[in-house]
């Protein structure tokens, strides 16, 4: 929150995208997005450095749609994203921004998908494509796809597409794209290779980087939980249940819509609840908070901006619902608790993708923030129990239960049984809609993960076009984005854990005399086929061709990608590996001389 600026009006955007922000919900921009619009919509190049969270997404998307012209069905815009994942989420950030620009088009192009899909789509007309390195690179080489008329190209997640060994293939369509554009690159990091192309590439670029200014938070507990096997709301209500000291909180979320549609789940589950958001004139904002000093309401769900200065001292916890766009905004939610002397609570909601943004706010706080493991069912039931017995203490204790005692003894009398039980039936009346017990299960702590992505892994709208997707019991979240599936090799210990199961192993066509590494093997059998980097087993690197383990059952439709993936342009023409490789012998295999004894690259 460098110089927080509250309105999308104050950056230049038209009439129409502030209308559709509205809608969606979006009340200020964020601050990547206050500095990268201007700079974007002036037409100039940039570097922004901003990590997933921040809102980088909108900060490069919003100016695109600003140049669109819809009447030339041509692409006007492309961008690179490192993996197919996230082709997906920016085509479906850009379509939900074009809410209100009848006749907008983006398309996902993206390895393992069809190519007469997309060769159809293709042909439609697109005005933004949102690819992959690899599947962008062999459309321009078929001449299936155009970039005359490119106005302005994204490098999304540079850092990202270099770890997967794609930066070579991503400079091969800079070479190809029209002298005369824009280009935009955004990187969480700014390794020397990622500089070394924005310098032959970008033309004067502005740097937008969203500082983490270091500050250090009061006595406040800090934790998070990693989002994963439950919904968001479900886990919400369980914590805000069995956290002791609970008096009231302050909930944070992205959108003023996401205020006002948590505020009425919450109130649906009994909890006294309201929204706060930019949409409320200062009297009605005045209204709820004085209600949440008074105790008429216990939970306010806010968004950044309406919450600024709230100072109630019975605020006892803050949840980052959302995780927040940068180190300052967070400092600024959690010091809404732990006022006046009192302990605070601060309860960080986390999906796999945004772990990178807890361990920046770690970092810039100077404090860790511990794991919260989810209460279990038999916790939730633990603490009704406990609040169930209290009351009936209190009331024991109460004067007057002589009338009550006689009914007791008489109904024991007539129905045959004893006291307890009566006393067992008197319990489950008085429980009636307020069960003790909490129905289902609790959900698994991990999922047992598949090698190969299957359709579910695919928000709805994009993937529907090519088959039907898979119901996901866990609801509506694509598992990709709950699971973190984005392959980051550094992340993974150096020899990682045998996969179970068998493996395969396979010939492909690339070697080291054609420049090859193993990670662009590993980069390109992840996005072609859908194989997390994890399951990929060992890979042996020769002269004019490699050798990869892949775990057995392999889907046709994944083999007949990898069959056409390319890499450093060489059509890899993946198959079993009958032993000795054709005129690439052992003899020639110099792993020895490369890898100090080790046969194989590790990865
Ligand atoms: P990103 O960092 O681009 O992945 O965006 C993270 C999330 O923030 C997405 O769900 C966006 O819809 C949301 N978001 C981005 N900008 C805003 C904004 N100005 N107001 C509210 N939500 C936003």
Redesign the pocket.
């Known amino acids: 929150m460098t110089t927080p600026v509250d309105s999308?009006a104050d950056l230049g955007l038209s009439a129409s995208l502030l209308k559709t922000?509205a809608e969606?919900?979006?009340?200020?921009?964020?601050p990547?997005?206050a500095e990268c619009i201007p700079i974007l919509l002036e037409g100039k190049d940039l570097i922004g450095q901003?990590?997933?969270?921040?809102?980088?997404?909108?900060?490069f998307?919003l100016p695109l749609m600003e140049q669109i012209d819809v009447k030339l069905t041509k692409p006007q815009a492309l961008v690179l994203t490192p993996t197919r994942e996230l082709a997906i989420?920016?085509a479906e950030?850009l379509q939900?921004y074009a809410k209100n620009l009848p006749g907008f088009h983006v398309l996902p192009i993206y390895g393992g998908q069809s190519y007469t899909i997309q060769l159809k789509q293709l042909s439609r007309g697109a005005h933004i494509i949102v690819g992959t390195p690899g599947r962008v690179m062999d459309h321009l080489e078929r001449k299936t796809l155009n970039l005359d008329n490119l106005k302005t190209m994204v490098l999304d997640e540079a850092d990202e597409m270099l770890r997967m060994g794609f930066i070579d293939d991503v400079e091969w369509i800079l070479e190809r794209t029209p002298a005369q554009h824009q280009t935009a690159l955004f990187s969480a990091t700014m390794p020397e290779q990622i500089r070394r192309v924005a310098q032959k590439y970008l033309v004067e670029p502005r740097e937008v980087k969203i500082k983490s200014a270091t500050a250090t938070v009061a006595a406040i507990r800090q934790v998070y939980w990693q989002v994963s096997g439950m919904h968001k709301l479900d886990a919400l209500t369980r914590i805000l249940e069995v956290e002791n000291d609970f008096d009231a909180a302050i909930i944070f979320v992205?959108?003023k819509n996401?205020t006002v549609e948590l505020a009425d789940k919450l109130a649906a589950r009994g909890y006294a609840a309201a929204a706060l958001n930019g949409d409320l004139n200062q009297q009605m904002r005045e209204r709820v908070i004085e209600q949440l000093k008074s105790g008429a309401l216990d939970i306010v769900i806010a968004?950044d901006v309406a919450a600024r200065g709230i100072d109630v001292p019975r605020v006892s916890h803050v949840v980052n619902y959302?995780?927040p766009?940068d180190t300052e905004a967070y400092v600024h939610r959690i010091g809404r608790t732990g006022r006046a002397g009192r302990t605070g609570n601060a309860i960080l909601f986390v999906a796999p993708?945004e772990i990178r943004m807890l361990r920046t706010i770690e970092r810039a706080t100077r404090s860790p923030i511990a794991p919260l493991t989810l209460p279990s069912r038999a916790d939730v039931t633990n603490k009704r129990v406990a609040g169930f017995k209290e009351k009936v203490a209190e009331v024991l204790n109460a004067e007057g239960l002589d009338f009550f005692a006689n009914i007791v003894a008489q109904i024991a009398e007539e129905q045959d049984v004893g006291a307890e039980e009566v006393a067992a039936a008197l319990c489950q009346m008085a429980q009636e809609g307020k069960p003790l017990q909490i129905p289902g299960e609790d959900p698994a702590p991990t999922r047992a993960p598949t090698p190969f992505a299957t359709d579910s892994r695919r928000p709805a709208s994009f993937a529907e076009r090519e088959r039907k997707p898979r119901s996901d019991e866990r609801g509506d979240k694509p598992r990709f984005e709950e699971r973190g599936e984005r392959p980051r090799f550094e992340d993974k210990p150096k020899r990682a854990a045998p996969p179970s199961g068998d493996m395969v192993r396979y010939r492909i066509d690339v070697g080291r005399d054609h420049g090859v590494q193993v990670k662009d093997i590993v980069g390109a059998i992840a996005n072609e086929a859908g194989i997390e980097s994890r399951f990929i087993g060992r890979i042996g690197l020769y002269d004019e061709s490699s050798t990869v383990e892949l775990p057995a059952g392999m889907p046709a439709e994944a083999a007949n990608a990898l069959k056409r993936t390319r890499v450093r342009g060489v059509p890899i023409n993946l198959r079993p590996d009958e032993g000795r490789p054709d005129g690439d012998g052992e003899r020639k295999f110099d792993g020895e001389r490369k890898f100090k004894k080790k046969p194989y690259a590790d990865r």
């Open positions: 999308f922000l969606i919900g979006y009340e200020s921009p964020s990547i997005q901003a990590q997933t969270g921040t809102g980088k997404t909108a900060a998307a989420q920016v950030a939900s992205r959108t996401a968004t959302d995780i766009y993708r």
